[in-house]
């Protein structure tokens, strides 16, 4: 039911979007701007996203090293799945499916992969905070745009402190976790703290400096890849800004994908279009260099989970039903992992 329910919100969603992306356009100059557009800067476009997504999972492949050594090309795939995933499912579903992917294939808690993609997550906003502060000092900027900015940068950098908080002092964490829920519920306190648990052992690449070096070096080129990719995109429509437009398009667009709509259709739209307007391209133009922009992605992005999709062995469909399966032995499991540690939790005053 509650699947349902994200997939009517997100398509609610779309549509408001996509209203408010094609609002004002005149059909007959945005076709007139799809048809002279020059597709030829599609293919460096869609090869920086292709270079993007290997910087990924060299990355993630950092994040997981203090947990289990895991394989480039099966990182790399399982990536490629989840974006693919994120194309058609609402609140970035694919995350879970990726987690799920590497989890069961190299016996590592779910829990545990799912907070290196957090971890990942975070990684990334640091980096569109990083683009953001250079733009205060290189562009002016609406008001609106830096009320964003900001609330994004106390919002994220609050979630990495409380993240490396959690890891430093784990045992009294959860032991006052533990004592809280155990007020309402004994079983919801031992599955929490359980998954707790996990979660936090995906994050011990926190305490070794060397691995937090090369997830930020490899972050920087994960981002310099996008920031091309939509300098070749923009290309196709000859629109030309000044490098710090193409940064506050990214940081934008950051934003806009953060809403629960499957496949980022329509914010996606909108806000392509708003930034181009704000440098002041005409509406056709602006709207045209969104739809190939999304659309090519898209594409790409589709073959590309197909493929490995097809090296895993499995069908979208059976991947969507294992998940769901996944999902239900996870919290079985968490709950009696938390009944079987709870004397040992209160015995020791905490976890390890």
Known sequence: MKRYTRAIVGVILALACLLVAFWGINFR??????????????????LF?????IFRAFRWQCLLRPTKEIK?????????????????LPARGGEFIRAMLIGKKYKVSVSTVLATVVLERLFDALCVMAIFAFLLFSMTLETMWKKWGLVLVVLYGSILIALIFARLYSVPVQRGVHRLLTKFSSSAAQKTCAFIDSFLKGLNVLTDL???????????????????????????????????????????????????IPGYVGSFHAVYRKVLEAFHYPESVALGCAIIAHASQYIFITILGGICLWREGVSFG?????????KEELGTHEVAKGTREAPTQRGKGGSR
């Open 318 to 326: 059976k991947l969507r039903a294992e998940e769901e399966k996944v």
């Open 210 to 260: 060397g691995q937090v070096a090369l997830i930020v070096m490899h972050s920087v080129f994960v981002w310099a890849s996008i920031v091309l990719t939509y300098y070749y995109l923009c290309l196709a429509f000859d629109v030309r800004m000044i490098p710090a437009g193409y940064a506050f398009l990214v940081c934008a667009l950051a934003v806009a994908v953060m809403a629960p």
């Open 72 to 88: 480039f090309l099966d990182l790399f795939s399982a990536l490629n799945i989840c974006f693919m995933a994120n194309n058609f």
């Open 29 to 46: 100059e945005l076709g007139e701007t799809l048809s002279h557009a020059q597709y030829r800067w599609l293919v460096p476009a869609m």
């Open 49 to 53: 996203v292709l270079v993007s997504m």
